[in-house]
């Protein structure tokens, strides 16, 4: 039976296991889940900080301080200072250059409407910025903008310096960036087209190739093929669908690039700096940044959460972090989609065996462990660069433990219910609710338990019974029966059988008492008061019938017993048998051999203490070989 209920069990587990199991990886399909887990990226961005110090990336920046050094000079008429910044950033060995500035308007297409002759200096303004333009070792930004009829075009830097870039389109680099639905910028795109089909690659994409010396024509074509570039619709931005696309390996928060001030390079001597000089061979972004600017987004360092205070990125920055990945190839990666999956499969399944097995109360803390410990590993994880979902298995883990909550309210419940049915006619509700309290139900097939057995009978039964009318005789037995169990019940007994006159109490079993021997002494006293109650019923409901006085014999045995599910499967009785009760019931036999209205033995006394006894004797009982120690207990010491 044991074995079946488990099978049964364990079948239906494993169904509301597999369910689990199934709505978790559809509800994460769905995307219904981005949200929470962009969130734990995020709070592990800020937990992590500093993941390493960059190494192939600095900013110039131009900055108030630049700006407050040269306050009375527009930056349309600065053309020479970019110029001259260039030069020195060529003199030191500088990879390759980066201008992250939109130029829409020169100072020398303006000059021009003057009428100048055509030899005058200011016709040749920009000049020194052209040449350096002209080297091939400097890369402009464009934009990818909607033009009057709401189409997508690409504003590529104004003619007069377009025309001086040797690669032309290949010297440009967009400086778009695309954020996910939260507003945070997570992910790069490497190559964009507009609606007209002009393609061109993103600002740090291009950095990147032409610092590994790379063919950025080449890369463009290649990535003009990719299907996620291509699902790119030329109508509708929001299309796009950005987890298609690399994540950015940021390298920490806001301000871990190192920065140096624009003006500090114009300074006379600057490419003999020392720390100007550190730039040789690296990719060098030259920024517009001053404190009023608003090219700042959101990235996973934007977060907000408890202690931390998150804080905004500046799109340099941005390009500066996705340079660094690509240099590196430290890309945070996901996990392999069926690793993923076991570990969910495995996570589900060993955390609903768990609640399983424990109780409701004990099962909601370890839920929230385990949440625990798997954001612990998630976290771990992403500081090796491996991407693994977490608010995927969490729900998976609460769903498990609703899913069996559920599991145990049915069938369990429904298992609780029989015993209930079964119990509830041999022992008292509390010791019923007291075993199903326990969280572990009793092993129907068997069990070996420390119990004390209680035998008692009615003292000449067969005189009362020949005198008394047969209706006569059961209305005795069920009135005096049902005043019997009251004190067996009180102290936790279970009414094993009624055999005739005869009543048969374990105590210790189902529910286990360490007291047992003692609960049976008291229950045994409590009886032998009832019964000198009952001799009152007796006189006034049976007079003149020339009776017997009403009186009982008790024998009590304390030891090992069997108590289980007896008897063939079309006829089951829950009983205790042994020893021990063979004993017992011999020992209720010597009350009337020796005129003792309670017999107990040895085992039975000393397990109990405390016990005041009167006479004693060793005496041989039918079925064992050795004789046995008997007391007259007369009370029980407080």
């Given at each position: 039976?044991?074995?079946?209920?488990?099978?049964?069990?364990?079948?239906?587990?494993?169904?509301?296991?597999?369910?689990?199991?199934?709505?978790?990886?559809?509800?994460?399909?769905?995307?219904?889940?981005?949200?929470?887990?962009?969130?734990?990226?995020?709070?592990?961005?800020?937990?992590?900080?500093?993941?390493?110090?960059?190494?192939?990336?600095?900013?110039?920046?131009?900055?108030?301080?630049?700006?407050?050094?040269?306050?009375?000079?527009?930056?349309?008429?600065?053309?020479?200072?970019?110029?001259?910044?260039?030069?020195?950033?060529?003199?030191?060995?500088?990879?390759?250059?980066?201008?992250?500035?939109?130029?829409?308007?020169?100072?020398?297409?303006?000059?021009?409407?003057?009428?100048?002759?055509?030899?005058?200096?200011?016709?040749?303004?920009?000049?020194?910025?052209?040449?350096?333009?002209?080297?091939?070792?400097?890369?402009?930004?464009?934009?990818?903008?909607?033009?009057?009829?709401?189409?997508?075009?690409?504003?590529?830097?104004?003619?007069?310096?377009?025309?001086?870039?040797?690669?032309?389109?290949?010297?440009?680099?967009?400086?778009?960036?695309?954020?996910?639905?939260?507003?945070?910028?997570?992910?790069?795109?490497?190559?964009?087209?507009?609606?007209?089909?002009?393609?061109?690659?993103?600002?740090?994409?291009?950095?990147?190739?032409?610092?590994?010396?790379?063919?950025?024509?080449?890369?463009?074509?290649?990535?003009?093929?990719?299907?996620?570039?291509?699902?790119?619709?030329?109508?509708?931005?929001?299309?796009?669908?950005?987890?298609?696309?690399?994540?950015?390996?940021?390298?920490?928060?806001?301000?871990?690039?190192?920065?140096?001030?624009?003006?500090?390079?114009?300074?006379?001597?600057?490419?003999?700096?020392?720390?100007?000089?550190?730039?040789?061979?690296?990719?060098?972004?030259?920024?517009?940044?001053?404190?009023?600017?608003?090219?700042?987004?959101?990235?996973?360092?934007?977060?907000?959460?408890?202690?931390?205070?998150?804080?905004?990125?500046?799109?340099?920055?941005?390009?500066?972090?996705?340079?660094?990945?690509?240099?590196?190839?430290?890309?945070?990666?996901?996990?392999?989609?069926?690793?993923?999956?076991?570990?969910?499969?495995?996570?589900?399944?060993?955390?609903?065996?768990?609640?399983?097995?424990?109780?409701?109360?004990?099962?909601?803390?370890?839920?929230?462990?385990?949440?625990?410990?798997?954001?612990?590993?998630?976290?771990?994880?992403?500081?090796?660069?491996?991407?693994?979902?977490?608010?995927?298995?969490?729900?998976?883990?609460?769903?498990?433990?609703?899913?069996?909550?559920?599991?145990?309210?049915?069938?369990?419940?429904?298992?609780?219910?029989?015993?209930?049915?079964?119990?509830?006619?041999?022992?008292?509700?509390?010791?019923?609710?007291?075993?199903?309290?326990?969280?572990?139900?009793?092993?129907?097939?068997?069990?070996?338990?420390?119990?004390?057995?209680?035998?008692?009978?009615?003292?000449?039964?067969?005189?009362?019974?020949?005198?008394?009318?047969?209706?006569?005789?059961?209305?005795?037995?069920?009135?005096?029966?049902?005043?019997?169990?009251?004190?067996?019940?009180?102290?936790?007994?279970?009414?094993?059988?009624?055999?005739?006159?005869?009543?048969?109490?374990?105590?210790?079993?189902?529910?286990?008492?360490?007291?047992?021997?003692?609960?049976?002494?008291?229950?045994?006293?409590?009886?032998a008061d009832k019964a000198r109650e009952f001799r009152a019923w007796m006189q006034q409901r049976f007079p003149g019938q020339d009776l017997p006085e009403f009186a009982i014999g008790i024998g009590l045995h304390s030891g090992e017993a069997i108590v289980g599910n007896i008897g063939s499967p079309k006829r089951l009785e829950f009983t205790s048998i042994g020893d021990t009760v063979n004993t017992a019931?011999?020992?209720?036999?010597?009350?009337?051999?020796?005129?003792?209205?309670?017999?107990?033995?040895?085992?039975?006394?000393?397990?109990?203490?405390?016990?005041?006894?009167?006479?004693?004797?060793?005496?041989?009982?039918?079925?064992?070989?050795?004789?046995?120690?008997?007391?007259?207990?007369?009370?029980?010491?407080?």
């Amino acid at each position: 039976m044991k074995s079946s209920l488990r099978k049964s069990s364990a079948r239906r587990l494993a169904i509301v296991l597999a369910v689990v199991v199934a709505a978790t990886l559809g509800i994460s399909r769905a995307g219904w889940l981005e949200r929470p887990e962009n969130i734990y990226g995020d709070l592990w961005h800020q937990l992590a900080g500093l993941r390493y110090q960059p190494r192939h990336v600095v900013i110039v920046s131009l900055d108030d301080r630049t700006l407050e050094e040269h306050a009375d000079e527009p930056l349309v008429v600065w053309t020479p200072h970019f110029a001259r910044v260039i030069e020195v950033l060529q003199r030191v060995g500088a990879r390759v250059i980066g201008l992250d500035y939109l130029y829409y308007v020169s100072i020398e297409s303006w000059l021009r409407k003057l009428n100048l002759p055509p030899a005058h200096p200011s016709l040749d303004y920009d000049g020194a910025f052209k040449r350096q333009l002209a080297s091939g070792k400097v890369v402009m930004a464009a934009n990818l903008g909607y033009d009057d009829r709401q189409q997508r075009r690409i504003t590529l830097p104004i003619p007069n310096y377009f025309a001086f870039l040797p690669h032309r389109i290949y010297d440009v680099g967009l400086v778009n960036f695309f954020t996910e639905a939260d507003g945070v910028i997570r992910h790069y795109v490497p190559a964009l087209a507009d609606a007209q089909g002009q393609a061109a690659l993103t600002f740090a994409q291009l950095l990147a190739l032409r610092a590994t010396g790379r063919a950025p024509a080449a890369a463009l074509r290649r990535l003009e093929q990719d299907p996620a570039l291509q699902d790119w619709s030329a109508e509708d931005a929001e299309t796009v669908n950005l987890s298609a696309f690399p994540v950015i390996g940021f390298v920490g928060p806001p301000d871990t690039f190192p920065r140096l001030s624009f003006g500090r390079l114009l300074r006379p001597g600057a490419d003999a700096d020392p720390e100007i000089r550190q730039l040789k061979d690296k990719v060098v972004i030259i920024a517009y940044e001053p404190a009023a600017l608003q090219d700042i987004h959101a990235t996973p360092y934007s977060l907000s959460l408890w202690k931390w205070q998150g804080a905004d990125m500046s799109g340099p920055e941005i390009h500066a972090n996705i340079v660094e990945t690509l240099l590196t190839g430290i890309f945070p990666r996901p996990v392999p989609t069926y690793l993923s999956r076991l570990y969910l499969v495995v996570v589900l399944v060993a955390a609903g065996i768990l609640f399983y097995r424990l109780s409701t109360w004990r099962g909601l803390p370890l839920a929230a462990v385990i949440c625990l410990g798997c954001a612990l590993i998630s976290y771990l994880l992403f500081r090796r660069y491996w991407l693994l979902p977490t608010a995927s298995v969490q729900l998976g883990i609460l769903l498990s433990y609703v899913g069996v909550l559920g599991l145990k309210l049915t069938g369990e419940e429904r298992e609780r219910a029989r015993i209930r049915k079964i119990f509830g006619r041999y022992v008292a509700d509390e010791v019923v609710e007291k075993l199903l309290a326990k969280g572990s139900l009793p092993d129907l097939g068997g069990d070996s338990c420390q119990v004390t057995v209680l035998f008692s009978d009615i003292r000449n039964f067969t005189t009362i019974s020949e005198r008394l009318a047969p209706r006569q005789v059961v209305e005795m037995l069920n009135t005096y029966l049902s005043q019997a169990c009251e004190p067996i019940f009180e102290q936790g007994g279970t009414i094993d059988k009624f055999i005739g006159d005869a009543v048969m109490a374990v105590f210790g079993s189902p529910a286990p008492y360490p007291d047992h021997a003692r609960r049976a002494l008291r229950a045994a006293l409590g009886l032998a008061d009832k019964a000198r109650e009952f001799r009152a019923w007796m006189q006034q409901r049976f007079p003149g019938q020339d009776l017997p006085e009403f009186a009982i014999g008790i024998g009590l045995h304390s030891g090992e017993a069997i108590v289980g599910n007896i008897g063939s499967p079309k006829r089951l009785e829950f009983t205790s048998i042994g020893d021990t009760v063979n004993t017992a019931s011999r020992l209720e036999g010597l009350t009337k051999e020796l005129g003792w209205t309670i017999v107990a033995s040895r085992s039975t006394i000393d397990a109990a203490g405390g016990v005041r006894t009167g006479r004693q004797e060793t005496r041989a009982v039918k079925g064992r070989q050795e004789r046995i120690e008997v007391f007259e207990v007369l009370g029980l010491e407080e």
